[in-house]
């Protein structure tokens, strides 16, 4: 799902297409070169308007908040929470590299030398593990002077101890209170900086198993395999789920699952088979709700729209949003939004707790959706109070009060005074759209509190059945099984229709691995494929029929010849986990065996886990 897009005219991706790069250089001074900031314009009389209509800040901080919008954002990283060298490399950080930067100077805005500006920790982040500094990422790479702390800070990133996150993003994973034992849904994850917080968090403990770390053992690394929880990171996107996949690898995790879905029909799972006398099915504990916006910039252009694949940034990031920003960009999201949450809500556990956040400053986004989801659920949901949570973190409470805007720009206070012609197109009006709210709990956060981007969150707690789901676990109704799984098949087909009129983009590491795999299965007898050895395919036994797309089906290997020889190789004694193992092909030999957490494997074994594709 696209919100963030986060690098200056680019899309999640971080790749800029031809037609892009075209533009650019036609609307460049010098061809081929990015414009100035001085350059580029800064204000859209429209914008200005509407959000002074809304009313979100008063006349004094609204002028703060206009200036803010106009500066570039600050640099800003933070160090893997789950690593026990996470203080030894900040403190190697600070001694190492912090007096190489004392006599440093950048250029001002007027061509004047600056003195270079140390980089600062960011004080509501827990343990002083994220930090920001004012040099941007184009003085960074060019400035020769900033050479090894760059070198640093990307040999580090690469090997997963640092992620390069925005400042703002670093919040809706905090409130979402993740603890080592649940279930995480990220349903919006691309492109994965929100992700690896949320396995950091599952993984906080990375605690140590004896027998890895015996006087005997080989292997010095530390694992965290027995905790029961996982995370699965879902992306609408094909391409930007292999994204996720390179981002997730960095922290070497065996909690993290990845999938291709769009988020508003992210599947059920069952643990058991239809009929069973047992009743089983995956929810969730923690779901990040992160979803796409308007973003109050970023937008892509029109029929990129349509197809859901936004790029959406900040004003502050991308200065050419200036001139694109509408105010009924945020109406065309406000239904997918809608869904999404409400997808959401069915998905999790009475208990648990959604996060919903979005880039965006837009009502029609942020308390509209919320309110009407609240509304749904009948007293189901409830918002979280967390003021008291990240206390050093400078925030406004959500509006109470709204207007929405017609494509003509005529605002309306009320759904009563929308005309007909204005309502329910997918473009215009919807009722949903309107409401008040009273002692609202939700967040925002405005950039010139902090000097960060614009951010909402909201924090739902699940106080009751509400959904199918919990229709289904209850036993209230024995057919809305069979209902749900004939509406989720009809989505998953449609889906897979859409996706086979593609090119194939899968990325080369999987496409290769297959094919020498498939090789090494044509040149071996049907006799020889069992001899010797014991695999356990996933439940469901048409499997293979199922997962006939892109990628093989998984086994899960045991006592295996091939475990026993890996097993001696890497030190790992006869108490280490010998079920959790994972395999491509039921061939004898495997280039890449892959370790899942019992959360994981959880997940893989139920009845239906060929959806997650």
Same mark, same amino acid.
């Given at each position: 799902?696209?919100? &963030?897009?986060?690098?200056?005219?680019? #899309?999640?991706?971080?790749?800029?297409?031809?037609?892009?790069?075209?533009?650019?250089?036609?609307?460049?001074?010098?061809?081929?070169?990015?414009?100035?900031?001085?350059?580029?314009?800064?204000?859209?009389?429209? *914008?200005?308007?509407?959000?002074?209509?809304?009313?979100?800040?008063?006349?004094?901080?609204?002028?703060?908040?206009?200036?803010?919008?106009?500066?570039?954002?600050?640099? +800003?990283?933070?160090?893997?929470?789950?690593?026990?060298?996470?203080?030894?490399?900040?403190?190697?950080?600070?001694?190492?590299?912090?007096?190489? %930067?004392?006599?440093?100077? /950048?250029?001002?805005?007027?061509?004047?030398?600056?003195?270079?500006?140390?980089?600062?920790?960011?004080?509501?982040?827990?343990?002083?593990?994220?930090?920001?500094?004012?040099?941007?990422?184009?003085? %960074?790479?060019?400035?020769?002077?900033?050479?090894?702390?760059?070198?640093?800070?990307?040999?580090?990133?690469?090997?997963?101890?640092?992620?390069?996150?925005?400042?703002?993003?670093?919040?809706?994973?905090?409130?979402?209170?993740?603890?080592?034992?649940?279930?995480?849904?990220?349903? @919006?994850?691309?492109? !994965?900086?929100?992700?690896?917080?949320?396995?950091?968090?599952?993984?906080?403990?990375?605690?140590?198993?004896?027998?890895?770390?015996? =006087?005997?053992? $080989?292997?010095?690394?530390?694992?965290?395999?027995?905790?029961? !929880?996982?995370?699965?990171?879902?992306?609408?996107?094909?391409?930007? =789920?292999?994204?996720?996949?390179?981002?997730?690898?960095?922290?070497?995790?065996? @909690?993290?699952?990845?999938?291709?879905?769009?988020?508003?029909?992210?599947?059920?799972?069952?643990?058991?088979?239809?009929?069973?006398?047992?009743?089983?099915?995956?929810?969730?504990? &923690?779901?990040? @709700?992160?979803?796409? @916006?308007?973003?109050?910039?970023?937008?892509?252009?029109?029929?990129?729209?349509?197809?859901?694949?936004?790029?959406? #940034?900040?004003?502050?990031?991308?200065?050419?949003?200036?001139?694109?920003?509408?105010?009924?960009?945020?109406?065309?999201?406000?239904?997918?939004?809608?869904?999404?949450?409400?997808?959401?809500?069915?998905?999790?556990?009475?208990? !648990?707790?959604?996060?919903?956040?979005?880039?965006?400053?837009?009502?029609?986004?942020?308390?509209?959706?919320?309110?009407?989801?609240?509304?749904?659920?009948?007293?189901?949901?409830?918002?979280?109070?967390?003021?008291?949570?990240?206390?050093?973190?400078?925030?406004?409470?959500?509006?109470?009060?709204? $207007? /929405? =805007?017609?494509?003509?720009?005529?605002?309306?206070?009320?759904?009563?005074?929308?005309?007909?012609?204005?309502?329910?197109?997918?473009?215009?009006?919807?009722?949903?759209? *309107?409401?008040?709210?009273?002692?609202?709990?939700?967040?925002? /956060?405005?950039?010139?509190?902090?000097?960060? !981007?614009?951010?909402?969150?909201?924090?739902?707690?699940?106080?009751?059945?509400?959904?199918?789901?919990?229709?289904? %676990?209850?036993?209230?109704?024995?057919?809305?099984?069979?209902?749900?799984?004939?509406?989720?098949?009809?989505?998953?087909?449609?889906? &897979?229709?859409?996706?086979?009129?593609?090119?194939?983009?899968?990325?080369?590491?999987?496409?290769?691995?297959?094919?020498?795999?498939?090789?090494?299965? +044509?040149?071996?007898?049907?006799?020889?494929?069992?001899?010797?050895?014991?695999?356990?395919?996933?439940?469901?036994?048409?499997? $293979?029929?199922?997962?006939?797309?892109?990628?093989?089906?998984?086994?899960?290997?045991?006592?295996?010849?091939?475990?026993?020889?890996?097993?001696?190789?890497?030190?790992?004694?006869?108490?280490?986990?010998?079920?959790?193992?994972?395999?491509?092909?039921?061939?004898?030999?495997?280039?890449?065996?892959?370790?899942?957490?019992?959360?994981?494997?959880?997940?893989?074994?139920?009845?239906? +886990?060929?959806?997650?594709?």
């Amino acid at each position: 799902m696209g919100k &963030r897009g986060r690098g200056r005219g680019r #899309g999640r991706s971080g790749h800029v297409d031809g037609a892009t790069r075209q533009k650019r250089d036609r609307d460049s001074n010098i061809p081929g070169e990015r414009k100035n900031y001085e350059l580029a314009v800064t204000n859209n009389a429209d *914008f200005i308007a509407y959000y002074k209509d809304q009313n979100i800040l008063s006349d004094e901080e609204f002028v703060l908040f206009l200036d803010s919008l106009k500066t570039p954002l600050p640099t +800003s990283f933070r160090f893997t929470g789950s690593r026990l060298n996470t203080l030894e490399l900040k403190d190697n950080m600070v001694k190492a590299y912090f007096p190489d %930067l004392l006599n440093v100077k /950048i250029a001002g805005d007027d061509g004047s030398e600056l003195p270079l500006q140390l980089p600062d920790a960011i004080t509501w982040y827990p343990n002083n593990a994220a930090w920001q500094w004012q040099t941007s990422k184009r003085e %960074l790479k060019k400035n020769a002077a900033l050479a090894r702390f760059h070198q640093f800070l990307h040999a580090e990133t690469e090997m997963g101890n640092i992620s390069r996150q925005e400042a703002v993003s670093m919040i809706p994973p905090l409130l979402l209170d993740v603890q080592s034992h649940h279930a995480v849904l990220d349903m @919006c994850a691309a492109p !994965g900086s929100k992700t690896a917080q949320l396995i950091e968090a599952v993984q906080t403990s990375e605690a140590v198993i004896p027998s890895i770390r015996s =006087s005997e053992s $080989k292997c010095s690394s530390i694992l965290t395999v027995n905790i029961g !929880g996982f995370v699965i990171a879902n992306d609408s996107d094909y391409n930007r =789920s292999h994204m996720l996949v390179r981002q997730t690898k960095r922290l070497q995790s065996p @909690c993290i699952l990845v999938t291709n879905h769009e988020a508003q029909h992210f599947p059920t799972l069952y643990k058991f088979p239809r009929g069973h006398p047992q009743r089983g099915a995956v929810q969730f504990d &923690r779901i990040l @709700c992160d979803v796409p @916006c308007s973003g109050d910039g970023a937008f892509i252009l029109s029929m990129q729209c349509l197809k859901m694949k936004l790029l959406i #940034g900040t004003l502050r990031k991308n200065r050419g949003i200036w001139k694109t920003w509408h105010r009924n960009h945020a109406n065309a999201l406000h239904r997918l939004q809608v869904m999404i949450l409400s997808r959401a809500v069915e998905l999790l556990k009475v208990g !648990g707790r959604v996060v919903y956040s979005t880039c965006s400053f837009n009502p029609v986004e942020n308390e509209a959706v919320v309110l009407h989801v609240l509304r749904k659920s009948g007293g189901a949901l409830r918002i979280v109070d967390v003021s008291h949570n990240l206390p050093e973190l400078k925030r406004a409470p959500g509006v109470e009060a709204w $207007k /929405i =805007s017609s494509k003509s720009s005529v605002m309306y206070d009320r759904w009563e005074d929308v005309p007909v012609a204005d309502r329910e197109d997918e473009k215009k009006l919807r009722e949903s759209m *309107f409401g008040t709210v009273e002692d609202s709990r939700n967040v925002r /956060i405005f950039p010139h509190m902090q000097n960060t !981007g614009g951010f909402f969150v909201a924090v739902i707690e699940k106080v009751a059945n509400y959904g199918p789901i919990d229709v289904f %676990l209850t036993g209230e109704n024995d057919e809305i099984v069979e209902d749900l799984e004939t509406k989720e098949e009809d989505v998953s087909g449609e889906k &897979r229709k859409r996706e086979d009129t593609l090119s194939d983009t899968v990325s080369d590491d999987f496409t290769k691995k297959s094919k020498v795999e498939e090789e090494a299965l +044509s040149q071996q007898n049907p006799e020889e494929l069992t001899e010797g050895k014991e695999l356990k395919t996933l439940a469901n036994p048409n499997l $293979k029929m199922a997962w006939k797309g892109r990628e093989k089906p998984f086994f899960f290997a045991e006592n295996d010849s091939e475990i026993d020889g890996f097993s001696d190789m890497y030190g790992l004694d006869k108490s280490f986990p010998r079920d959790q193992f994972v395999v491509r092909t039921d061939a004898l030999k495997h280039q890449t065996v892959y370790f899942v957490s019992a959360g994981v494997k959880m997940v893989l074994e139920t009845q239906n +886990s060929y959806r997650l594709t």
